[in-house]
């Protein structure tokens, strides 16, 4: 098997001859890469822009010498879930209904999650081709513009997740005072969704402060042909991969939540506030799957696209 020894590579050429290799690679076959650092970035630049059509191995872990096969998986052109939703929006409701995560595993294929979650593909198939056909009211997200894009973000679920986090942790405390004796997982639940609220508080300052008018320079500069300065981050892949990684920590918060109270399944002994409080967080979850799918499967890829378009001084 090839060996690419990226050391005797110049660093800004680095990552593009280890593309180059990759994209001439055929089905099921594998290159090494020879490093002298941990090329986990590489790892997440190869996932943003291509997709999950490949493996990741580890030969050789350092402290000196890090050595990683990577190998491009058979039919890598299978549309992905992101793929499949960001088409036709639509088909979130089914995968919602069957609990696929369309968001944060979005660039999975659909037998790839059929068989991890023990799932009949053909029943999943059927349900996709039996939902409803004749709603057509839904907004076509893959057509915005990305500035457009990133406004409704901000406006309409940035909007939701800050006038519904200050609430949501005050009642999930709340509720686990008066019933965690009872019920204890109640404890756990609000300290979870405490820890997901402050850490997506901080997550949404970075996308509006950073991130977002940072797209939209690349729109604009595409728009009026202007060149743009190098961002102090790099290149954009950077911080979506940031943001991609806070996503899927989310995901798993509310994955754990909705575990421990059983798919927000109500006792007899719940009062109001503990109604409440499942409705919102199913609520909330909704929105998180909504949201994340617009960022990850949509905005952050046409972002990478859009870069490479752009002249930088």
Not at 9 to 17: M, N, V
């Amino acid at each position: 098997m090839e060996i690419l020894d990226v050391t005797l590579i110049e660093p800004r050429f680095k990552h593009p001859a280890i593309f180059k290799k990759f994209d001439e690679l055929a089905d099921e076959k594998a290159f090494i890469i020879n490093n002298d650092h941990d090329p986990k970035p590489l790892y997440y630049q190869l996932l943003a822009e291509r997709g999950q059509i490949f493996t990741w191995e580890y030969l050789e872990n350092g402290p000196e010498t890090w050595q990683v096969k990577i190998q491009k998986k058979l039919n890598q052109n299978e549309e992905t879930i992101g793929e499949m939703v960001t088409k036709d929006f639509r088909k979130a409701q089914v995968f919602k209904k069957l609990g696929i995560d369309f968001c944060c595993g979005g660039k999975k294929t659909l037998k790839e999650v059929c068989d991890k979650k023990g799932i009949d593909l053909k029943k999943v198939e059927e349900e996709l081709r039996s939902f409803n056909e004749k709603d057509n009211t839904t907004l076509d997200f893959n057509q915005m513009e990305l500035d457009f894009l990133s406004d409704y973000i901000v406006n309409i679920h940035h909007k939701y997740v800050k006038e519904s986090l200050p609430f949501m942790t005050e009642l999930a405390t709340k509720v686990a005072k008066v019933h965690g004796d009872q019920h204890p997982e109640l404890l756990e639940v609000a300290r979870i969704f405490n820890s997901l609220a402050q850490d997506f508080g901080l997550h949404l300052m970075k996308e509006e402060n950073i991130l977002f008018p940072y797209i939209k320079e690349l729109v604009t500069a595409k728009k009026e042909d202007k060149h743009l300065p190098t961002a102090s981050f790099g290149k954009v892949n950077n911080p979506t991969q940031m943001m991609e990684t806070e996503h899927e920590q989310a995901g798993v918060d509310m994955g754990a939540i909705r575990k421990l109270t059983n798919n927000y399944q109500l006792p007899q002994d719940a009062c109001n506030s503990y109604r409440i409080l499942f409705k919102k967080l199913a609520e909330f979850e909704n929105d998180l799957f909504n949201h994340v799918h617009l960022e990850n499967n949509i905005l952050f890829p046409k972002s990478i696209v859009l870069e490479k378009e752009i002249i930088f001084d």
